[in-house]
């Protein structure tokens, strides 16, 4: 199956810091979309991102999908924006089934 | 709002009582799928749904079945829960075709004592 690596696997910032956060996939992908999962376990979506680069507040994403990576930027970091970052893709050809990133955990101090 | 949710949020029970835990989505969505998240292992797929009465396993379907009767539910069945059924369980959907994005519930966290 395809195999997806997210790296660093954790990251500590003072808070103000920017971030780079990076996602590796083995195969092509119909979708790859980013959630926080936040210390209450919650899943938040973030990017639905198969290819480009998108923008939101203080985020941002980019996926170069013919080198099948995506990296996601943090600026201006919160503690707030502490919490687990993953990354999960789609292959191409699946059921619909995510394989998700072993995440990237961010710890942003204050 | 769009949105999935998930009934009960957290749970306590004992081994073999059987238990349904609910999902909806208010988004007309086609595919439905179950997912549990266990500590070193990841997010896992249970079970998944292409549309009404399409059921399919994942990859860790043992001791669970679900059905799909209505388009906006799809609940997890744990017929006789063990404690390896233990851990933190999610509801996601997505559109069949026009897009792959997929919108996760808030979770639930099941233990089985």
């Known amino acids: 199956g395809i195999q997806v690596e997210q790296s660093p696997p954790d990251l500590i910032l003072q808070e103000g810091a920017n971030s780079t956060l990076r996602c590796n996939f083995s195969?092509?992908?119909?979708?790859l979309q980013w959630f926080h999962q936040n210390p209450w376990g919650q899943l938040i979506n973030l990017f639905y991102i198969p290819s480009g680069t998108k923008q939101n507040g203080r985020l941002s994403a980019t996926t170069v999908a013919t080198e099948r990576y995506s990296l996601l930027y943090i600026s201006s970091s919160q503690t707030t924006d502490s919490g687990v970052y993953f990354c999960a893709v789609e292959p191409s050809g699946s059921a619909r089934q995510l394989t998700f990133g072993s995440g990237t955990q961010l710890t942003v101090l204050p | 709002e769009a949105q999935v949710t998930q009934n009960p949020r957290y749970l306590i029970t004992v081994t073999g009582k059987k238990l349904t835990v609910t999902c909806s989505q208010n988004?007309?969505?086609?595919?439905m799928s179950w997912y549990r998240q266990d500590p070193g292992l990841g997010l896992r797929q249970i079970y998944y749904s292409m549309n009404v009465e399409v059921t399919d396993k994942g990859d860790v379907p043992e001791g669970y079945k679900v059905s799909r009767k209505e388009k906006r539910n799809f609940p997890l069945i744990l017929e006789s829960p063990s404690p390896n059924q233990t851990s933190l369980y999610f509801c996601?959907?997505?559109?069949?075709?026009?897009?792959?994005?997929?919108?996760f519930g808030p979770g639930t966290r099941l233990t089985v004592t």
């Open positions: 996601a959907s997505g559109r069949g075709t026009t897009s792959y994005e997929q919108y």
């Open positions: 195969d092509s992908v119909n979708n």
């Open positions: 988004m007309n969505h086609e595919y």
